[in-house]
């Protein structure tokens, strides 16, 4: 359950279409059962695609390294689990592809190889199926919810922007993949030739699915706007992404979450005319600030009540017209930037567990915060420098930078780049990591880096906040700074220890907060820290 028990804000009844029914009880009910299975993955966040796409790279690298495979079948193993977890229409037509290629191409192929490829495709193929299936029932159940009644959606002329992003990314990503392919011939080894090949039809085949992607989300956007969508009355609220989070209409206790999309407010100025460059970046400028103040507020707002036009289903496009949080402000209209995401019993459960446990550690850090405020002693100058964790982070940074050398048995000019490059990446990091430097002082913050430090004005420092293994420091013109070291929250627990992170994060926060609590002096260069290109340029010699 949810710590927000505050009555759900009201829509106006001129928002409702006439004839909207209340999206709750028995077909709500039906809608959420209809969902799948929690081991079925439907909900990839940002950091598990990225994951992803990082195993598929090595994974490329490393069968053509250890294995007699075909170029094309490199590709593609590494790209069905991104299809997998992404874009799974392309899956009903990569299985069967593959299952031909490894006929075709695999003859003499190892066991374990084969193995691997047939469960790859099972798997996929499966859940695949599951989805398809599910989403089958879920537009079945939103359309008797909604009893037939459709309606236009508002702000239906706004241009549509939906998938730009991925068209932009795909066509830039295909360029390489061409180059590769139509130079793998000019390549002296056959190894370099092979792995040209692979890494072409790789990148090829992740430009095609940002294509793929941004065509559908625009083709779905587009169908929303000119077409009756069906209506329904629901009650919407926010998570900690600023994902829209969807209840039923009689769950204003938020027990049963049952999808969640993100969204973005439609704006009016979006199809201006000489000056809508300035109004986008400065529309893009109070959205950035509106994000981070909901993120470091004590507590989410209340549920809204909204009218959501579409069908509701795994993968579908939505637009919501909520009431405003402000009271006696009009309703906001919401169009969807991702696909609907569908939030099974088990998922849900453990969403609301999530969310009690944030709740705790928000408590935990308010009473941290509270007693570093105490303890705060206005100083001239004060700082804060890496410690024993960032040593370690350091530590495990070059180690693994280290495998790469150890692991690179092959004398091909494609690992010889990729270990530059890893090489060159460490150098950079493991400086930062080891020596990085935060010095308050009455005008702003000093950050230490490779270069000359960087200075934050007071007024210009959003945040300051630890986020998982990061320290983040939010600035308001978007160009924040963060470090990351480990930490083990069950044995700061149960030793009943802050990590140094989350003194920093609550200290600086409480000098943002209260100008008095803020050094008084200026710091010198020598406070601010060296640069630290010396230490990387050793590094890269090394």
């Known amino acids: 359950m949810t710590t927000n028990v505050r009555?759900?804000?009201?829509?106006?009844?001129?928002?409702?279409?006439?004839?909207?029914?209340a999206w709750n009880g028995e077909h709500a009910h039906a809608w959420a059962t209809a969902a799948l299975p929690?081991?079925?993955?439907?909900?990839?966040?940002?950091?598990?695609?990225?994951?992803?796409l990082w195993c598929a790279v090595l994974a490329a690298f490393g069968l053509l390294a250890t294995t007699d495979l075909p170029p094309d079948l490199v590709a593609l193993l590494p790209l069905q689990v991104v299809w997998w977890l992404w874009r799974p229409e392309v899956v009903r037509f990569s299985g069967p592809a593959l299952v031909v290629l490894v006929v075709v191409r695999g003859t003499g192929l190892p066991w374990p190889a084969l193995v691997g490829a047939a469960l790859l495709v099972l798997a996929s193929v499966t859940a695949?199926?599951?989805?398809?299936?599910?989403?089958?029932?879920?537009?079945?159940?939103?359309?008797?919810?909604?009893?037939?009644?459709?309606?236009?959606?508002p702000d239906a002329d706004v241009p549509v922007r939906r998938g730009g992003l991925f068209l932009k990314f795909g066509a830039g990503l295909a360029v390489p993949g061409v180059v590769l392919l139509a130079t793998s011939g000019l390549w002296h080894g056959t190894g370099d030739r092979q792995l040209a090949v692979a890494e072409g039809l790789f990148a090829l085949g992740l430009a095609l699915t940002l294509l793929l992607s941004g065509t559908l989300g625009r083709r779905r956007a587009t169908a929303l706007r000119t077409t009756p969508a069906p209506v329904l009355r629901v009650l919407v609220g926010k998570d900690e992404h600023e994902d829209a989070v969807i209840y039923a209409a009689d769950d204003p206790q938020a027990l049963r979450p049952l999808l969640t999309v993100a969204t973005r407010a439609a704006r009016d100025d979006e199809g201006a005319g000489d000056d809508k460059g300035d109004k986008d970046d400065e529309a893009a400028r109070e959205e950035l600030e509106e994000l981070l103040e909901a993120a470091t507020a004590p507590s989410p707002g209340p549920l809204r009540?909204?009218?959501?036009?579409?069908?509701?289903?795994?993968?579908?496009?939505?637009?919501?017209?909520?009431?405003?949080?402000?009271?006696?402000?009009?309703?906001?209209?919401?169009?969807?930037?991702?696909?609907?995401?569908?939030?099974?019993?088990?998922t849900a459960g453990r969403r609301l567990a999530r969310e009690e446990r944030a709740a705790l550690r928000k408590t935990r850090d308010e009473e941290l915060a509270e007693a570093l405020r105490a303890e705060i002693a206005v100083v001239p100058v004060r700082q804060w420098r890496a410690g024993a964790v960032d040593r370690l982070a350091g530590f495990l940074t070059a180690l693994w930078c280290a495998g790469y050398f150890l692991l690179a048995i092959d004398?091909?000019?494609w690992f010889r780049a990729l270990l530059l490059l890893t090489g060159l990446m460490c150098a950079v990091r493991v400086p930062v990591k080891l020596r990085w430097r935060v010095t308050a002082d009455r005008t702003g913050i000093?950050?230490?880096?490779?270069?000359?430090?960087?200075?934050?004005?007071?007024?210009?420092?959003?945040?300051?906040?630890?986020?998982?293994?990061?320290?983040?420091?939010?600035?308001?013109?978007?160009?924040?700074w963060a470090v990351a070291a480990p930490r083990w929250s069950w044995l700061q627990r149960r030793r009943r220890l802050a990590h140094p992170y989350d003194a920093l994060a609550a200290e600086l926060s409480a000098m943002i907060a209260d100008p008095a609590l803020r050094p008084t002096g200026e710091s010198g260069a020598k406070e601010r820290g060296r640069p630290l290109w010396p230490f990387a340029v050793i590094l890269g010699i090394a």
Do not use: K, M
Not at 40 to 48: F, I, K, L
Not at 128 to 153: F, I, N, W
Not at 308 to 333: F, N, S
Not at 465 to 480: A, I, K, Y
């Open 38 to 52: 929690s081991w079925v993955p439907v909900r990839p966040r940002r950091w598990s695609v990225e994951l992803t």
């Open 128 to 153: 695949t199926e599951l989805r398809a299936r599910a989403r089958a029932r879920q537009r079945e159940s939103a359309l008797v919810a909604a009893d037939g009644v459709t309606a236009l959606p």
């Open 411 to 413: 004398d091909s000019l």
């Open 305 to 346: 009540e909204a009218v959501l036009y579409g069908t509701p289903c795994d993968g579908a496009e939505i637009l919501l017209v909520g009431a405003a949080e402000e009271p006696g402000e009009p309703p906001v209209a919401e169009w969807s930037t991702g696909p609907v995401r569908p939030l099974p019993e088990g």
């Open 7 to 21: 009555e759900p804000s009201l829509l106006p009844a001129s928002a409702i279409p006439d004839g909207c029914a």
């Open 446 to 480: 000093w950050l230490n880096r490779l270069r000359a430090p960087r200075h934050i004005p007071w007024d210009d420092l959003r945040a300051a906040r630890r986020e998982s293994f990061e320290l983040q420091l939010r600035v308001r013109d978007g160009d924040n």
